[in-house]
């Protein structure tokens, strides 16, 4: 159509044929995370932009070039949210919700980064945060694999799924490596693209994230992280591969994995698909024990730990795999010819809470009307006709399956869709 007004590039409309995969994939994380006593926070989708750049990183891709900024009209400068992590910790932090206490909690909604769009990679896009306040860890690092593995198997996606992880140990360790890393990327200056020469002393660690293809040789040769950590942060790295390997969850070490945002210490991780081409992190996080104390002084310091699912990732990986459960949103269709129709179907609501009820509204003969009804997906039509209506009772026939149409009484009727609707 040739609207001259558009969504927004690399944003997009969740239509009502694809709605049935969102709520089924809410229904799958609410009964997991519930499951391992995790609550939900709701947060607004701008922030004072100061928080992003003090939590992620001056020199980041996302506070450098793909944050949307507004000014506010009191001069406030504003940003949509790129991630959720900054904001929950504000959230926890505002609220008192992490003194003498910890916390597990999660949220869903929209993040925004102007990057290129490809698949894959949206301006707009979701993601399912999970956050653990309060706990040192290795446990709660393990569980969270664990829990990230059951829902894996929960998807039927377990096969088609990797785990990569790597240390990026304490603050004062990564100092030490940085220090190397330098030195080792300023004797190879010439082989670097134009971002990481940029990020060769402010930000060195970023380049090993770096996607450019001709950096990857340069990177994979680079030292590894893992030789400069101290005993405790390797005996702490070593728990977590131990306790994966008891529970026959298969993991790759990648020394290179740094993960895009600053503030990641000791275990980061990455769940990735072969299936999802270049984008194929489904599912990324990792410990962040210093982000409290940078976002609220060193008073607020809490061990931290969590990760970041994106869901239209996991939807394409779900589609890939030919794991998407097919979805309905009406099971039942009422055909009829009169406004009585509309008192017997608030009737059928009272008695079968959960149904997924349409009673035909407007003009329309029957023919058209059961056009209508095939075209909702719909398992079963009521007629209610006048013989219907002249002999109290309702004509029920399947739509997908070729049995005989019955004729019922309303009780019946009742049993009849109680017994066939869960
Ligand atoms: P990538 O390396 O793929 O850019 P990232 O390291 O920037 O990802 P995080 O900030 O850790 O990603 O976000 C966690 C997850 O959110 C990613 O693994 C991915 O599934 C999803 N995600 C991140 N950016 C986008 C985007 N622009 N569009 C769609 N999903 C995204
Ligand atoms: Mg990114």
Known sequence: MGLDIQVVKGMKDILPADIGYWHYLEDKFKSLLGGYGYNEIRSPLLEKSDLFKRAIGQVTDIVEKEMYTLEDKGGDLLSLRPEGTAQCVRAVLENGLIHNQSQKLWYLGPMFRRERPQKGRLRQFHQLGVEAFGFSGPDIDIELLLMTARLWKMLNISDVVTLEINSLGTYEERLVYRQKLVEYFSDHKDALDEDSQRRLTANPMRILDSKESSMQALIKDAPSILEFLGEQSTAHFETIGHHLSQHSIPFVINPCLVRGLDYYTHAVYEWKSELLGAQSTVCAGGRYDDLVSLIGGQKTSTPSTGFALGIERLLLLLQEKAALPATKSVDVFIVHDSLETLAIAEKIRDEVPHIKLVCHCGEGSF???????????????????????????FTLKSLRAHTEQQSLGFEDLIIFLKNAIR
């Open 367 to 393: 023919k058209s009307q059961f056009k209508k009804a095939d075209k909702s997906g719909a398992e079963w039509a009521i007629i209610y006709g006048e013989d219907e209506r002249s002999n109290k009772r």
